[in-house]
Structures are given as structure tokens and as C-alpha cells.
């Protein structure tokens, strides 16, 4: 099993910044899809980012491309999401998810097996 903790959410206004950890414990390995997966009130759970630790894969949404970055640090078991740039629109609640196989696409929340509690990001214009 893996338990995974999210934190760095809050309140910034159109523009701002924030960065996003998730500290995974557990039965991790060096080779796992690690993801960040966001869900606003009313709407379906969207992936925003995700990362094979195993190699040099990475993947982002459309949306923020260009604006987020998602990173690791395996020393810590750590991983990361810098958010620039933010707009209203990503106002969510921000979860990190990991698997440990390729079972579908990086963005199909269904194949991540474990999920930490969720971080609020709250973006105001």
C-alpha cells in the first residue's frame, strides 16, 4: 500500500503562483506513474499533469501547458507541482494519484490506484 499527502493549496489571485508537494509512504519503488488529478465542484475529475518516475516521461493538459510544472525529488519521495500563472478556471480541489503499472493513459483517473486527501487551490480574479 501506498499513502499519499498532499499540501501547498490556498487562496491567490488571477496571476499568482503556487506549489503543490505530495510525500508518498508506503510500499513505494523507483518506478511508479505519479499523477495530479483536479476536481471542481459540479464538473468530472480532470488530469493536469503526470510523470513516469522510471524514466524521463512527462505529461500535462492542454489547459496548463506552458503555466504548471511537475517535478520529483526521490530522495525525499516527493512530488511536485509549480502553478504559474493561475487562472479562476483551476480553481479545484488538487489530488496526487499513483499506479504502479501501465494499465491506460496517464490522464484516466480509474487506472491510479492510490490518492492522497486533497489540497484546496482557490484562484479570485
Known amino acids: 500500500q501506498v499513502q499519499l499527502v498532499e499540501s501547498g493549496g490556498g487562496s491567490v489571485q488571477a496571476g499568482g503562483s503556487l506549489r503543490l508537494s505530495c510525500v508518498a509512504f508506503g510500499d513505494t519503488y523507483s518506478s511508479m506513474w505519479m499523477g495530479w488529478f483536479r476536481q471542481a465542484p459540479g464538473k468530472e475529475r480532470e488530469g493536469v499533469a503526470a510523470?513516469?518516475?522510471?524514466?524521463?516521461?512527462?505529461y500535462y493538459a492542454d489547459s496548463v501547458k506552458g503555466r504548471f510544472t511537475i517535478s520529483q525529488d526521490n530522495a525525499k519521495n516527493t512530488l511536485y507541482l509549480q502553478m504559474n500563472s493561475l487562472k479562476p478556471e483551476d480553481t479545484a480541489s488538487y489530488y496526487c494519484?499513483?499506479?504502479?503499472?501501465?494499465?491506460?493513459?496517464?490522464?484516466?483517473?480509474?487506472?491510479?490506484?492510490?490518492w492522497g486527501q486533497g489540497t484546496q487551490v482557490t484562484v479570485s480574479s
Open positions: 494519484a499513483a499506479r504502479y503499472q501501465y494499465i491506460g493513459t496517464w490522464d484516466l483517473w480509474r487506472t491510479y490506484k492510490f
Open positions: 510523470i513516469y518516475t522510471g524514466g524521463s516521461n512527462i
